[in-house]
């Protein structure tokens, strides 16, 4: 017989040891009964002490409390806080206590996804949630969802599936015979289609040089005239949220077109899908019912813990036979088996803390959230606008504003300014070639008063730089 290692020994102890245990909690508790008043970026000091980590892999087993320690110590401080109120970078959600709490109990689970006879919870779950999300975002019924990381692995799940069923329908087999002298496929978008789309378009091999780009409006929306005749090799891109100015593609005129002429659509809705949850701004996605495959994130808009994006296709073959190499069969049967309708087979549970949300939330609460996001730009927006030497270039439609400075520099130092003074952060973007200052609101915590406290830390900073 083989012994019982010191290690394992350990180990066994460790798990019954619930000081560990709380221990890790009540750092994390303390965490979030500051998050709201922390500043928004690490100290100078915080982002030193990362140096602490610069260490060689330990010859040997340590103490898993002072593992904790250190965690706590050098790695709390240097977060960017995110799930706070006043971070408005790129388009970065928060999370809603209800989900976080729910992952927090999950943890202690470790489920993993891939099979409902691994875990029939997240079978059962995902079985559920992905009903939630065809009926919210009024999608058609039979739509299957995969749960992935984000819209960048959705991006590219959808136009997997559009590659699949494009060419299957012209008798080639991309599963078995590969890209290799098959048909050629057509991509069409628009010219402020996300980065990880051209990744997803990159990474399945249809080449970033083949894109027909549209041309785009002044708020970043492809201008309808101009997409070109469309056929059945055609996949087409639109865009639900544009990353800058949060501007929406004209559904309803381009699907019935794109439609008629047989094209695959494909939306990338990242965190603009979700308009549609919402009664005052479902106009804006109107008409994404006719597209074939859509990608969207729990983890912005929806502030699910990170990572939760989702594929929904309403090609479920296509979906199931893209990411699944035994080719074209729809695993029918008594459970789901999550592993079918994502690239990978392992998976976290990331289930668990969408159902949360969502179950905690409900129809009426994911309205008011979606809605409040979009209240809470708009007041950025007409408070900024009232300041001197800011103005607003974007249309406030949903949750982005974009702010100009006088000159490129100005805006330049000013946004540096207002990363320093860490009552609020915003990032930079370029828009049509200038410099702005981006401001995403994603967070069910911000309120009426952040908002007016980060317009006035935005003309404190100006003045700074104009001083
Ligand atoms: C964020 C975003 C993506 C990428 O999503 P991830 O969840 O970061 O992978 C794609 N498209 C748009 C419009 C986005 O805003």
């Known amino acids: 017989m083989t012994e019982v290692s010191s290690l ?7 798990m019954k040891d619930h000081d560990l245990f709380q221990k890790a909690e009540s750092f994390g508790l303390e965490y979030l009964s500051k998050a709201l008043e922390r500043n928004v970026y690490p100290s100078d000091k915080a982002l030193s002490d990362l140096k602490k980590f610069d260490e060689e892999l330990p010859s040997s087993t340590g103490d898993a409390y002072s593992v904790l320690q250190q965690l706590n110590d050098f790695g709390g401080p240097a977060t960017v806080t995110t799930i706070g109120s006043r971070y408005f970078g790129f388009v970065t959600g928060s999370v809603l206590p209800a989900s976080l709490a729910a ?44 749960f992935v990381s984000g819209s960048s692995m959705a991006n ?59 041309d785009v409006d002044d708020q970043g929306r492809i201008i309808v005239d101009q997409i070109p005749e469309l056929d059945n090799r055609t996949i087409l891109i639109l865009q639900a949220g544009n990353v800058s100015s949060g501007s929406f593609d004209d559904f309803k005129n381009i699907c019935e077109k794109a ?14 899908l979700w308009a549609q949850a919402s009664e005052s701004l479902k106009h804006l996605t109107k008409g994404i019912e006719y597209a074939n495959s859509w990608a969207v994130d729990a983890h912005k808009t929806l502030n699910t813990p990170y990572d939760s994006g989702i594929i929904m296709c309403r090609d479920k073959e296509a979906l199931v036979s893209a990411l699944h190499m035994t080719g074209g069969y729809i695993v029918i049967g008594e459970g789901r088996d999550g592993m079918y309708y994502t690239p990978e087979m392992s ?32 007041q950025f927006a007409n408070e900024i606008k009232t300041k001197k030497g800011f103005k607003v270039l974007n249309d406030i439609v949903f949750n982005q504003v974009l702010v100009q400075c006088d000159s490129d520099e100005i805006t330049d130092r000013t946004i540096s300014k207002i990363q320093e003074l860490r009552t609020c952060w915003a990032g930079g ?28 830390s935005f003309e404190e900073a100006l003045s700074l730089v104009q001083s």
């Open 156 to 214: 590219f799940c959808g136009l997997a599936a559009a590659r699949y069923r494009i060419l299957k329908n012209q008798g080639w087999d991309i599963t078995e015979k590969g890209l290799f002298d098959a048909p050629k496929i057509r991509v069409v978008t628009g010219r402020h289609a996300h980065s990880t789309v051209l990744k997803a378009i990159s990474l399945i091999g249809l080449g970033k040089a083949n894109i027909e780009w549209v």
């Open 259 to 272: 439609k008629n002429q047989g094209a695959w659509i494909h939306i990338d809705g990242a965190f603009g």
């Open 347 to 378: 998976r976290r549970a990331r289930i668990i803390e969408l159902w949360a949300a969502m179950k905690y939330l409900g129809k009426a609460g994911i309205d008011q959230l979606v809605t409040d996001l979009h209240l809470r730009a708009a």
């Open 8 to 14: 394992q020994k350990k180990m066994l102890e460790e």
């Open 103 to 146: 992952k927090n109990l999950s943890i202690f689970w470790d489920q993993v996804s891939a099979m409902q006879v691994i875990s029939p919870l997240c079978s059962k779950l995902e079985t559920i949630v992905e009903q939630w999300l065809v009926q919210l975002f009024g999608l058609p019924k039979g739509t299957a969802a995969g």
């Open 429 to 456: 973007s370029t828009w049509f070639g200038k410099k702005v200052i981006r401001v995403s609101v994603c967070s069910w915590a911000t309120t009426p008063e952040d908002i007016t406290k980060s317009v006035n």
